[in-house]
């Protein structure tokens, strides 16, 4: 009889052995599947961030290349203006050479006293003034000075007639009858040069100052200023 219950409780303890060992197995497998879930979420995870790191380096790559090629573009652009600023310097240079070399052409020749006698007219010697010249802004008129003969024989002298035909002359207009003038009394002998008288009608001293260069180009100078 006690051998029996000895047998039963054996069992028993077997039973429940099987039982404990069972649910390890179970529970370990069961944490062994949570935790390769787990692995499996982190991987796919990092998978993901892998390609979106990925895909942004592709996109930094693309915008680095249209950087790049901008780059270039502009440093061509730069080159090229900075080689036609250098042209435009030295043509800059040269129109400024050229300039000054035109207005030492143009410069009326310096006055030092009357190196020419005064011209004559109509057999008289010394014939001093020919003309009142009326100097304005940007405009002169001339009154002829001679009367009587000497009108007619002032009116021979090539240029005096353009003087005498317009109201009003322009600085060109002036200049080009007035070297017909000069002209004329270079070919006298001895070469002569006749005087004027300025009445100043200019509003500034910049104006007077051009127009008494232009006409002491042609004409000694009886009197300056009025």
């Not at 006293?113 to 014939?127: D, E, F, H, V, Y």
């Not at 127009?211 to 004409?219: A, E, K, S």
Request: net charge positive.
């Amino acid at each position: 009889m006690v051998i029996q219950k000895k047998s039963i409780r054996s069992s028993e303890i077997i039973r429940l052995s099987v039982v404990e060992l069972l649910f390890l197995i179970v529970f370990s497998l069961i944490l062994v599947l949570s935790l390769s879930g787990k692995h499996i979420l982190d991987l796919e995870g990092n998978i993901s961030t892998l390609r979106e790191a990925q895909e942004e380096l592709a996109r930094l790559r693309a915008e680095h290349t249209k950087l790049v090629a901008i780059a270039k573009e502009l440093q061509n652009q730069f080159d090229q203006k900075q080689k036609e600023l250098v042209e435009l310097r030295v043509k800059l240079i040269e129109s400024q050479t050229r300039i000054k070399e035109l207005e030492e052409q143009v410069k009326p020749p310096p006055q030092t006293g009357r190196g020419k006698p005064p011209c004559s007219l109509a057999g008289r010697p010394n014939t001093e003034i020919l003309f009142t010249i009326v100097i304005q802004e940007g405009a002169l008129r001339v009154i002829l000075k001679p009367t009587g003969d000497l009108t007619e024989a002032a009116s021979d002298v090539p240029g005096v007639r353009d003087f005498l035909a317009a109201r009003s002359l322009t600085t060109a207009q002036f200049a080009e009858a007035g070297l017909h003038i000069e002209r004329w009394g270079d070919k006298q002998l001895p070469p002569c040069r006749f005087s004027v008288r300025i009445l100043d009608e200019t509003e500034s001293k910049d104006g007077y100052k051009k127009q008494m260069q232009l006409v002491q180009r042609f004409f000694y100078l009886s009197q300056t200023r009025d």
